[in-house]
């Protein structure tokens, strides 16, 4: 079992940058894939990005592939999502989940979920 808190969410200017992290507790967070998804106002919770267990694997939605890093570091059981360049269009809240690493995009797969946190990115 893992319990998730993220932070690192803010207002910023289109173009700005942020680092989201997600602190870990818990058993076995080595073991777990780690997601990156978000929610906009009357809409549905989307894939951002994910990282496997060991950190080697990354994947992104295409909206921001080049734009936002995802990485983890298990020594401090926690992974970040980078984020730069960012538009209007990221405004969301930032859900941090865990899950056993299969479907990655899939939000349906992953077993533990933070409470979000707010970014907001005008124009």
């Known amino acids: 079992q893992v319990q998730l808190v993220e932070s690192g969410g803010g207002l910023v200017q289109a173009g700005d940058s942020l680092r989201l992290s997600c602190a870990a507790s818990g058993r076995s967070f080595s073991s777990y894939a780690m997601g990156w998804f978000r929610q906009a106002p009357g809409k549905e919770r989307e894939f951002v990005a994910a990282i496997g267990s060991s950190g080697t694997s990354t994947y992104y939605t295409d909206s921001v592939k080049g734009r936002f890093t995802i990485s983890r570091d298990n020594a401090k059981n926690t992974v970040y999502l980078q984020m730069n360049s960012l538009k209007p269009e990221d405004t969301a809240v930032y859900y941090c989940?865990?899950?056993?690493?299969?479907?990655?995009?899939?939000?349906?797969?992953?077993?533990?979920w933070g409470q979000g946190t707010q970014v907001t990115v005008s124009s």
């Open positions: 989940a865990a899950g056993p690493g299969y479907c990655y995009t899939d939000v349906r797969r992953y077993n533990y």
